[in-house]
Every structure is written in C-alpha cells, then in structure tokens.
C-alpha cells in the first residue's frame, strides 16, 4: 500500500473536495494552496510526485490543472463524486462546506462511553475540540447525530465526537403528519383579533390570506413584536413575514426540514396536486423526532 506524507494527504484531499465542489472541473494548483494554507510552488512541485503515483492526472491547456484518478479514491477510502451523496455538517448552528464521509460509531452497549469518530471530506481545521456539532442525516437510514467535540485527527481528515444523542428521521411523508383542515388568518384583520386566534386554536403560527392566496406567515414572534411596538390593532399585513413555502403531501420529513432550514420559516403549506390540504410545522417534526425531549 502507498504511504503518502502529511502533504500530500492535505492536497489530495483538497483535490477532490474542489473536484467534487466544482462538479468535475479540472482544479488549479493556486486554488489547492489556497484551501490548505500551503505555497502554491510547494503543492507544484508534489503535484509531480502524485501524478508519478498515479494518484492525479494532469489537464493541459487555458482551463486546465489537476483531477484525482479512482486510484486516490481507493487509496483514501472516499466514494467516488458518481457516487457521492452529500452528508451535512453543522458546527456551532453553522453548515459547513464539508461533507461526513464515514461515521463510525462505537458498541453502544456501554451508554456512558459513547463516542464516535466521524471522517470529513474538506477542510476540518476550522473544528475544534469543545464545537458542537451535527452530523446527518446520513443516505438510506437517515440518520441524525448530534455530539461535542473532543479531538481532531488530521492525519485521516475526521474529527472525535462524544455523542449526545442520535435519531433516525421518520421516513413518513408530510402528508402523514400534516394538520387540516388549514388554520388562516386574514390579511386585513387586526394584529389582536389573529392572536386570539392562534390563541383559540393553541398555535404557533398560521398562514395569512388576503382573499384565496396565502399572502404571508404570522407567529407568536410577530404577536410579540407588535405588542411591544403598540400596535396590535395594525393590521396583520403591516406585521406579518411575506413569505409562503408549499411542499406536496409526498415530501419526506427529512426533505421539509431542509426546506424550513433553507427557507428560514418554520411552517410549510401541505398541497395535494397544488391544492393547499394541511400545514406542517417545526414543532410537529420535533414531536415526530423527539417525544421524550418535548415531553
């Protein structure tokens, strides 16, 4: 088996983080350096050693540069870009440019003793031991993992979590969890009146219409804010977020979080062929995912 020095590992594994990133493109040298902090003569000049290795082939002419054959693939463990799918890294409530390409979890037999090193595609010098972090959800079983920081391996590009807890999203779809019929309040009524209705029916939050169309989002933060501004007999359009998010019934719950994530919204409008049936919510997924926590 090939043994690479530190250096190269670096640059190897910048190489297919920026090959993947770029979706295929050939990367230039200057962009590895870049990436792993390093003098762009000094990645030249092991660029010729891996490509001796077979490891990089090189891509000539006014936009080319470097790309990893299957050899540093096999050679580093990863999956291939054709295969690749992308497993999200949170540190510190902040999405990564990384990807989880291996989690290894311990016997969970001791409960205590619970750690798991997890192995990155990327840059993972910006984690350090104390970050909190989450990883997933992972392909097929979905998983969601969520842990602290306890050490870091850059000789194999993972990090050593201790793990807090680890769920496995429901496959369900939003349909099977949605609430209907649709709890709306008017555009055009007072910031009041739409509070006793969140009130009446013990909501969060509901979708505001003005006529047929759902023209926006109103919540309890919004109540707050009008309260505290004086101005809870405005009417709700005056106060309301303007944004409306619809899902069909057939979206996975994994999918609606990445929506509401992206979105920043925690309501989603459920639609059947386009009709608008139910609403999902942030707090709805989180009974689904974690009962005993909300309890």
């Known amino acids: 088996m090939l043994e690479l020095t530190q250096i190269q590992k670096d640059i190897l594994y910048a190489l297919i983080t920026l090959y993947k990133k770029k979706g295929g493109a050939s990367i230039k040298g200057e962009e590895i350096a870049e990436l792993i902090n390093r003098n762009p003569g000094t990645v030249r000049n092991q660029m010729q050693a891996l490509r001796a290795l077979g490891l990089v082939e090189g891509v000539p002419g006014p936009k080319g540069g470097y790309r990893p054959t299957a050899k540093a693939y096999e050679l580093l463990a990863i999956t291939k870009p054709e295969e690749a799918v992308r497993v999200p890294i949170t540190v510190n409530g902040e999405v990564i440019d990384a990807s989880a390409e291996e989690i290894d979890l311990p016997s969970l037999s001791h409960p205590k003793v619970c750690g798991a090193r997890i192995r990155v595609l990327g840059d993972i010098r910006k984690i350090n031991p104390g970050d909190r972090v989450v990883i997933g959800p992972t392909p097929v079983n979905e998983l969601m993992v969520w842990g602290t920081v306890t050490g870091r391996d850059d000789t194999t590009n ?81 106060v309301m977020v303007p944004k409306v998010v619809l899902v069909e019934k057939n979206t996975k719950i994994r999918e609606a979080l990445r929506i509401m994530r992206d979105e920043s919204v925690r309501i989603l409008i459920v639609t059947d062929s386009g009709e608008p049936v139910g609403v999902i919510t942030a707090h709805k997924i989180l009974l689904e995912l974690a009962p005993e926590q909300v309890k």
């Open 158 to 238: 993972s990090i050593v979590i201790d793990i807090e807890k680890i769920f496995a999203l429901p496959k369900d779809t939003v349909g099977e969890h949605m609430s209907s019929p649709i709890i709306t309040v008017d555009a055009d009524q007072t910031v009041r009146e739409a509070a006793k209705v969140l009130a009446e029916h013990t909501i969060h939050c509901a979708p505001v219409k003005e006529g047929e169309a759902f023209v926006g989002l109103l919540g309890l933060i919004q109540v707050a804010k009008a309260l505290a501004n004086n101005i809870l007999d405005r009417p709700v359009k005056e």
